[in-house]
C-alpha cells in the first residue's frame, strides 16, 4: 500500500517488481487523478487500485480497524503547515513552519496495516534542524501500535 501517494510512483514500481496487489491511497484529488494516470500509463491497472478519501488518516483507521493488512506499507506524509508568528525567516518561509501534528499517528496506523513480518517505509520532510526527530517519532508511533520495529536504513538529505 502507498499511502498518501503524490504520483504514484512507489506503488507502481512495486507492481512492476511483481507485487500481487498494490492500493495508492491519496487524499488529494489532483495527486489521485496523477496516480491513476501513472498507473494506465505505466500499463498496471490491473493490480493498481487507486483510492481517493478525504482523509488518509480516516481510512487508515478505518483500513486497521477492518483487519486489513499488507506486506509493504510506505507512508509518505504530507507535511502540514501553521502560521506561526515567532518564525521570522527559515527553510520553509518567513511566518510558517511545518507541523509534527499528527506523524506518530499515522505511523502508528501504517504498521496496524503492516502484517507480521511486513515492512513499513516512512518518508517524513523535516526541517533540517529537526531531522534527528524522525527516529523519535517513528518510535512513538509503533510504541501507540504496540508493535516493535527495527531500523533497516535512516537517510537524511540535505542540500
Request: charged share 20%.
Amino acid at each position: 500500500m502507498d499511502a498518501w501517494s503524490h504520483a504514484g510512483q512507489w506503488g507502481v514500481r512495486c507492481a512492476k517488481a511483481g507485487a500481487g496487489e498494490v492500493v495508492l491511497l491519496e487524499e488529494s484529488l489532483g495527486f489521485a487523478k496523477l496516480s491513476r494516470d501513472n498507473v494506465t500509463l505505466n500499463g498496471e491497472d490491473a493490480r493498481c487500485t487507486v483510492l481517493h478519501r478525504g482523509s488518509v488518516i480516516d481510512e487508515l483507521r478505518s483500513m486497521a480497524t477492518s483487519g486489513i493488512r499488507f506486506n509493504c506499507v510506505s507512508l509518505n506524509v504530507r507535511v502540514r503547515f501553521e502560521r506561526y508568528f515567532k518564525q521570522r525567516e527559515g527553510q520553509f518561509g518567513r511566518w510558517f513552519k511545518p507541523s509534527l501534528k499528527n506523524y506518530a499517528t499515522a505511523v502508528a496506523l501504517g504498521a496496524q496495516v503492516t502484517s507480521r513480518g511486513g515492512y513499513l517505509v516512512v518518508t517524513f520532510l523535516l526541517p533540517i534542524v529537526s531531522e534527528n526527530w524522525s527516529l523519535s517519532l517513528i518510535k512513538d508511533g509503533l510504541e501507540q501500535a504496540g508493535r516493535v520495529g527495527s531500523v533497516v536504513a535512516h537517510l537524511i538529505g540535505t542540500s
